[in-house]
């Protein structure tokens, strides 16, 4: 699997929880210090014991969740990308 989009990913971050995932997201999530991406054709265990050490006691916040994976951000990008296709028109 090369993208994917998993529930229990977003499911996991809710409930608080850091995630290692081996998978390219729809968004980007590796830019959250508590989202450790791997290559699972290639994994670098002294990299997952690091992350596990630092992030053992760590509960991801809901503002973390929101400016993450919150809805606003897309939808204010998902709205640019309409007015492109319709001309910038403004239907009410």
């Known amino acids: 699997m090369k993208f994917a989009c998993p529930l229990k990913v977003r499911e996991y971050l809710a409930k608080g929880f850091p995630v290692i995932i081996g ?3 729809m968004i980007d999530l590796s830019v959250a210090p ?4 791997i290559d699972p054709l290639n994994i670098n265990y002294i ?3 690091k992350f596990c ?6 509960i991801v916040s809901h503002n973390e969740i929101l400016e993450l994976i919150g809805s606003e951000k897309y939808e204010r990008q998902r709205i640019s990308i309409f007015k492109q296709i319709i001309g ?3 239907f009410n």
Do not use: N, Q, V
Not at 34 to 37: A, H, M, Q, S
Not at 53 to 58: E, L, P
């Open 23 to 25: 998978y390219e997201e």
């Open 34 to 37: 508590f989202i450790l991406k």
């Open 47 to 49: 990299a997952i014991d």
């Open 53 to 58: 050490k630092i992030y053992k006691d760590y």
């Open 88 to 90: 910038g028109r403004e």
